[in-house]
């Protein structure tokens, strides 16, 4: 079964940058030519919200509003990898971030989000001076 295995997070002060990574594993595929990867974030008492998504179908990934301009999601599917490069973060970035795929490879991505699954542990970004 899919799984992923999310890294990168940290302490990081507000303006500050962080790369997020997210390595696939256990695919009977060779590469992850076929899933859209998508980017979740889940704040302490607070629900999990998408991030962003990106479909190997088309070139326009989805950034929800309060990352826009500030974060960049892109994938090496050679390597079984995914990033999310994280500019300009304010402390309501705060949050345990997860990836997930959607099989399907479904489009526009950000109208499948609740549908995503093999979820990784996270990785915790932490905003704060």
């Known amino acids: 079964q899919l799984k992923f295995v999310e890294s990168g997070g940290g302490l990081v002060q507000p303006g500050g940058s962080l790369r997020l990574s997210c390595e696939a594993s256990?695919?009977?595929?060779?590469?992850?030519?076929?899933?859209?990867i998508g980017w979740f974030r889940q704040a302490p008492g607070k629900e999990r919200e998408g991030v962003s998504c990106i479909s190997t179908l088309n070139g326009e990934p989805y950034f929800t509003d309060s990352v826009k301009g500030r974060f960049t999601i892109s994938r090496d599917d050679a390597n079984n990898m995914t990033y999310l490069q994280m500019n300009s973060l304010k402390p309501e970035d705060t949050a345990v971030y997860y990836c997930?795929?959607?099989?399907?490879?479904?489009?526009?991505?950000?109208?499948?989000?609740?549908?995503?699954?093999?979820w990784g542990r996270g990785t915790q970004v932490t905003v704060s001076s």
């Open positions: 997930a795929a959607d099989p399907h490879n479904r489009i526009p991505c950000k109208y499948y989000l609740k549908y995503y699954d093999y």
């Open positions: 256990g695919s009977s595929r060779l590469t992850l030519d076929y899933y859209a």
